[in-house]
Nanobody
Framework: QVQLAESGGGLVQAGGSLRLSCVAS????????MAWFRQAPGLEREYVAA????????YYEDSVKGRFTISRDKDKNTVYLHMSSLKPEDTGVYYC?????????????????WGQGTQVTVSS
């Protein structure tokens, strides 16, 4: 099991940028597929971006392609979500998640370890 702690959320104007961080402890992130999910008020938690444990492949939800980038720093055992050109519809609580399967899943139920989330609010 890996423990995850997100940070970096905040209030930003539309068109702005934020970088979210997810610090992992207990296990090296190189053993895990990592993903970011978000949950807007009253809505289901949805996948945003994911990275295979090898870092060879990344995946993005269609609405964030070209605006968001998932990356990692193995030395810091940290995964990042770089967000630019933010829109009000990007508002929500962003969660980091980890899974030790061989293949990446874009499904929430597949992920076994979760952080507590960080709030992102984009004003128009």
């Amino acid at each position: 099991q890996v423990q995850l702690a997100e940070s970096g959320g905040g209030l930003v104007q539309a068109g702005g940028s934020l970088r979210l961080s997810c610090v992992a402890s207990g296990r090296p992130i190189g053993n895990y597929n990592m993903a970011w999910f978000r949950q807007a008020p009253g809505l289901e938690r949805e996948y945003v971006a994911a990275m295979h444990w090898s870092a060879a492949t990344t995946y993005y939800e269609d609405s964030v392609k070209g605006r968001f980038t998932i990356s990692r720093d193995k030395d810091k055992n940290t995964v990042y979500l770089h967000m630019s050109s933010l829109k009000p519809e990007d508002t929500g609580v962003y969660y980091c998640a980890a899974d030790s399967s061989q293949y990446v899943s874009l499904t929430r139920s597949h992920y076994t370890d979760w952080g507590q989330g960080t709030q992102v609010t984009v004003s128009s």
